[in-house]
């Protein structure tokens, strides 16, 4: 890791403003198995301590960083902002060359209830960073929770599908299939033995039914698959019984959901066509355009190009607790993209780890190394 690169970035902030904060590496498994989402949790390095606790290697700085603001009792519930310098660490697939360490530099914004000033502060603290690395020619693509938030919680389906949409909707082909189950039912070739097996499932008490799967798996000897727990797995085949007795999605929704997603260009217009969207399909979101205004207009005042911006609406990132406006800046080599930093708003992580007021946040972080290697300064 670029130690000089990584002194310098840390700097851009400028003295004073962010604290600086040096989370441990180990950390409790449960907050990130509960809370940055599947697909951080398949790549976490889990560790079992002799005292029975069970650690993880952390794999972001986004937790660590809230957990000590938090366990910080004079600081707890004011605004404060952090910058940090370290590892994480994810497990990568058999055959990735993708690197299991990543140094990171990044930075937290809690608690500042101007949620457009700090988004753009920490988008310029991201794209500045990437500037003072060498790499001049960066893009940024934008997303936002928000509006499709709006569009999918003005649509009549289950409170359970609406998640599992918000959940999956960057994640192609795996949205395509849950849009199609929600939509035409399972048609898997076994399905009328599932449904069959689902219906009598969903005829049971809940509390019963739950605890004789975990039962079930419990005695095949399944302690844990792909991180879930057999509690987790039981009551996933629970939602998946009241799924198949449920009425299908309807097709002006899917249709609406899936205009919505298309979306793509630069911040304005494509702002223009989700509500062009939304109107046709009699939904109102216009707190979240709103929000979406304000903060291009934040940007343009803080002299950022929107118009070379790329807005996309099923720009997703991996990490599960954002809320809102989320960002990459990416250079392009060889044809390739290359994520140099990310982030976005995260207002429920704090509540949900336990802060006893409505915590705001905003944060981002810088790959050291991808930035080192593009960059022209000399870092090594
Ligand atoms: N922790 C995120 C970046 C981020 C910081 N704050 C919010 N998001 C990451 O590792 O990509």
Known sequence: MSRALSERLIGIAGAGAYVRVD?????PADVFLDLSGEDIRRRLFLLDDTGGERLCLRPDLTIPTALAYLGDADRAGLPA??????????????GSTRPREIAQVGFECFGEVDAASADVEILGLAVEGVRAGGVADARLDLGDLGLLHGVIDGLDMPERWRAALKRTFWQGGKFRALLDRLADGDTAPNAADRRAFLAALSRLDRDAAQSMIEGVLELAGIPQTGGRTPGEIARRFLDQAADATAEPLDARARATIEAVLEVDGAPRPALDRVLEIARGAALSID?????FTRRLDRMEAAGLDTASMRFSADFGRRLEYYTGFMFEVVAVRGGEDVALAGGGRYDRLLRELGAEVETPA????????DLARLGQGDWA
Do not use: N, S, T
């Open 23 to 27: 989370p441990p590496v180990l950390q």
């Open 81 to 94: 902002r952090f910058a940090y310098a370290g590892k994480v660490f994810r497990q990568q697939l058999a």
């Open 287 to 291: 707190a979240a355009a709103d929000a």
């Open 362 to 369: 905003v944060g981002c972080a810088i790959r050291i190394d």
